[in-house]
């Protein structure tokens, strides 16, 4: 019997737009066809790397992907959604139902704590009173570029029991050859909608933290065991790819 190995994908990208393109092309190509037991969509099929490296070198050069004239496809995401998302990253507004937002865990985290009051069982939110955005802007502006330490952490060990926990896992950072570059680690994600909204925010807060330290924008580094498509974005990532002809099994 032939041992199965995971078949991990390095991706070598210039822009956003490109490295979504080449995503989609690897994927189909490479793959792996399941029915989710528990997550998203659960009882759908998706189709999904078993773990992806991509490297995008220009990040800043074309944020959101290009769809050429002709092809009857929507856009996955656009310029108005990115600014909006970039105002989600960078306060720590949330909703009474959102357990958490990504812009909560880096600016304004809080653990939620369950405790009984008078025979009630209440949910008592604590705030960490960390900024971690402006912590490794600090950090480099008083350190220098010479530290492993500058880590945004979105994921909390109880996130573990949450319904939809983060996708998004840390921010890691680095500054060398005088500029900043994120290495990012999503352990689900979504390549149609959620791979170009996200990393175009991202870009977006990079180059805001760049501007803040005093250094170049750089590049962008995100690895996942679960960058994915959905069944029901297969034929848009065909058309796109002009792999109509491919059929997946």
């Not at 933290?209 to 005093?214: P, Y």
């Amino acid at each position: 019997m032939t041992e199965e190995l995971l078949k991990p994908v390095f991706i070598d990208a210039f822009d956003l737009d490109d490295a979504w393109f080449q995503c989609l092309c690897q994927i189909l190509e490479q793959g792996h066809v399941y029915t989710i037991t528990k997550g998203s969509y659960e009882g759908q099929k998706r189709l999904e790397f078993d773990f992806v490296s991509v490297r995008i070198k220009k990040p800043a050069h074309q944020i959101i992907p290009i769809i050429p004239a002709g092809m009857n496809i929507p856009a996955p995401t656009d310029m108005d959604y990115i600014q909006g998302y970039l105002a989600y990253l960078l306060t720590g507004t949330k909703t009474e139902t959102e357990d958490y937002t990504y812009g909560e865990r880096l600016v304004d985290p809080r653990v939620r704590l369950r405790e009984s009051i008078e025979g009630k069982e209440m949910v008592r939110e604590m705030p960490l009173y960390v900024n971690q955005v402006e912590e490794v802007i600090k950090l480099y502006k008083e350190k220098g570029s010479g530290t492993n330490q500058a880590t945004m952490e979105i994921g909390m060990p109880s996130d573990i029991k949450l319904v939809d926990p983060p996708c998004l896992r840390i921010i890691d950072t680095r500054v060398r050859y005088g500029r900043l570059h994120f290495i990012l680690y999503f352990r689900s994600w979504d390549l149609w909608g959620g791979f170009p909204s996200n990393l175009g925010g991202l870009q977006l807060v990079k180059q805001y933290m760049a501007e803040e330290i005093g250094v170049e924008d750089g590049e962008i580094i995100a690895v996942s065991k679960g960058l994915h498509l959905y069944d029901y974005a297969w034929d848009l990532a065909k058309l796109r790819t002009n792999k109509n002809n491919l059929v997946i099994k």
